[in-house]
């Protein structure tokens, strides 16, 4: 086995060295909320074979001397599920304001460092009989797209449930910390030395062949490289500047087949709908500050994951780049988002992120957090089940997912589920003081995209169980 597959790669260990300051904590904090409280013992069962599925949740780090290789996944000896998957009673009131008071208070809480980067905490009592599931995992262990597998991979699609089996323990094979450094720069010299020597012939004969196509390949490579890694040293919101360890947090919900209306109309994707919806609130926002903004700039993951890669695991790479803002009219301004997207994706740099990350992880993370802090906001759109899901005999009503803001004022992250999208705002408390204000804001962004497919306003829970015209900022 390579014995790379036993340590953190470039972008999961970039992730993880942000940690060392609070302020670029990766965290993912998922809400599912349940139409009932689920059987606790099926749960236990269900997350402990989740664990058996995913060895990462087993594994804790352990760090390698003088940082000779990235730190390695290895078995938890001390490895509890009771202490990573617990339960609690809601306090009164039982709403979803409560829930998100909750679940703000574990996006600002650091993992421990001795453990599984990972914890459980079913909440029951919520108003209306139902009950929430909040997860909390580091960025490490997984991205949007694999979460969503491992969900996939869980759950069941009624509420009797299926029996999956029961997976034994993966062995963990460990050579020792000398032989387990040399074995893994062995790996990656011996890799790159392969590659290059593969390279080398064609690369001389495209040179041969075609030499004016291999220098504006290669120039346009470099040019991508520094696009993808260039430092940013100034914020263009002139609103959401300041940067702070608070957190809040709040919720919306839309229509997904409204939303892929809204998109076809414009001959775009929903994905681009779904980011003229946020850019549209985000200048809202603005406009109620008394600010005329032109562009802000987005951190968008890009998924590098294939069908060939396990179970978690950390698949993305990070662009930051600027998104138009001040177009007026929602389709001309969705098609320009779809272009400044697409030009994203096709970047050649994309494919050598991991050497990018690489670079970034030999920076002091002061030079990390000045890159970070400037860009001002993150958006992810993460595609979920189309059909009903179950956990241990409870159905999942809604499912939110929390990302990280990572330096940048506000992460918005769209999760659908079962016909709609459950859009979460993790909010910077020092960039956006006034989050009620940005959660309208940002409702009527989706209702002014919804529009074009037919649809009026976004819906938005008011209290765990009902639907309502507000939006939940806690």
Known sequence: MDPREFHMSQSDLFSWNMERDPILRSTIVSVLILDTDPDWDRLVETIDRGTRLVPRLRHRLVTAPFGLAPPRWALDPDFDLSWHLRRAALPEPATMSAVLEFARTEAMTAFDPAR???????????????????????????????????????????????????????????????????????????????DGIRATPQTAWRAVTHPAR???????????????????????SPVMIERSLGRRLAVLDAPVEQMRRAARAAGCTMN?????????????????????????RLTMPISLRTADDPLGGNRI?????ALPVGIAET?????????????????????????????????PVGVVTEMLKHVDFVASNVPGSPVPLYIAGARIDRMYAFG????????????????????????????????????????AGFATVLGLGGECAPQAPA????????????
């Open 272 to 296: 681009d709908a779904f980011l003229t919806a946020v850019v549209i609130g985000l200048r809202r926002y603005h406009d109620r500050h008394g600010a005329k903004v032109d562009q802000l």
């Open 331 to 363: 389709t001309e301004l969705m098609r320009a988002v779809d272009a400044a997207v697409g030009g994203w994706r096709r970047e050649p740099a994309i494919p050598l992120s991991g050497a990018v990350a690489a670079a970034f992880n030999r920076l």
């Open 214 to 236: 291999t220098v504006r390949d290669s120039a346009a490579l470099a040019t991508s490289l520094v696009r993808l890694a260039k430092p940013i040293t100034a914020t263009l």
């Open 463 to 474: 209290d765990g169980t009902a639907e309502a015209s507000r939006s939940t900022p806690v």
């Open 317 to 321: 790479t990070l662009a930051r780049f």
């Open 116 to 194: 599984a980067l990972w914890r459980s905490t079913l909440l029951s009592g919520l108003s209306g009989g139902g009950s929430a599931l909040v997860m909390t995992v580091h960025h490490s262990l997984t991205d949007g797209i694999g979460g969503i597998q491992i969900a996939t991979a869980l759950l069941d699609f009624d509420r009797a449930g299926t029996d999956h089996g029961h997976p034994p323990q993966p062995p963990y094979d460990h050579d020792g910390a000398l032989r387990d450094i040399v074995a893994w720069n062995w790996s990656v010299g011996s890799d790159l030395l392969r």
């Open 404 to 443: 990280p803001t990572i330096g940048t004022a506000v992460n918005v992250t769209l999760t659908s589920h079962a016909g709609t999208c459950y859009v979460a705002i993790n909010a910077d408390t020092a960039a956006i003081p006034d989050l009620e204000t940005l959660t309208e804001c940002l409702a």
